[in-house]
């Protein structure tokens, strides 16, 4: 058996995914309140945990849909229990062999896609499932250049695909997205590398063409 999956519907049942919902929640609320929801649009969390923000999302008066898509089945069985609104939908896939017709405006995912078997793959399939216009937005707490994390893939003993910054923004580009990055920190937090490096968010633009 796949072992992330296997990881995953351990941390589904455990409380971990509670945990997680806590611990990136201030930071990823913070990032989702600069973006504009002003006009109607349709979301997609790729890995959505337990769904958190799906559920955050679909509260959105302008959301006509949210999904999220996790390879765990323990996590979307997770999040199935918490549904609160009509708008979500779960789906138990992985990114990369998720067979999906629709496009979305904004796809959104933290902590997740360093899990994936190909980084780039899963980008191909993102830029694929964006509209013209659509964007990306990617949350990274594991990253070269924050030191404090690199020791994270010894610890949790599965595949994480370790990047820099400038590495993270180039497999974006390659993937055809435009990219903007932001660091959203924690200045009071009592860990030292949230409160100097903090979350890595990387924005990909498909280009309107
Ligand atoms: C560290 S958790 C983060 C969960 C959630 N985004 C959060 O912040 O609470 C990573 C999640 O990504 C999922 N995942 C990993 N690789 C994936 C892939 N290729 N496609 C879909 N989900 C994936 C895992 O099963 C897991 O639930």
Avoid at 83 to 110: L, P, Q, V
Avoid at 142 to 169: C, G, P, R
């Amino acid at each position: 058996m796949d072992v992330v999956r296997k990881t995953f519907d351990v941390w589904a049942q455990n409380g971990r995914a509670e945990l997680m919902e806590k611990e990136h929640g201030g930071n990823v609320s913070k990032f989702l309140n600069s973006i504009s929801f002003d006009e109607p649009f349709t979301f997609l969390d790729v890995g959505c945990g337990n769904g958190w923000v799906v559920r955050k999302i679909a509260n959105e008066d302008n959301c006509k849909k949210s999904i999220g898509i996790d390879k765990s089945k323990k996590m979307i069985i997770q999040s199935e229990k918490k549904k609160i609104n009509n708008k979500e939908r779960f789906f138990h896939t992985d990114i990369e062999s998720w067979k999906y017709t629709g496009k979305f405006d904004f796809i959104f995912s933290m902590e997740s896609l360093y899990y994936a078997d190909s980084i780039e793959s899963a980008l191909v399939k993102i830029y694929k499932l964006l509209k013209p216009g659509g964007q990306f937005f990617c949350g990274t707490d594991f990253y070269s250049d924050n030191k404090a994390t690199v020791k994270w893939a010894k610890i949790m003993k599965i595949q994480m695909h370790l990047h820099s910054k400038k590495e993270w923004k180039e497999l974006f580009q390659n993937a055809g997205f435009k990219v903007k990055t932001k660091h959203i920190k924690d200045l009071k937090n009592t860990k030292k590398w949230k409160r100097e490096w903090g979350t890595l968010f990387l924005t990909g633009i498909k280009p309107e063409k």
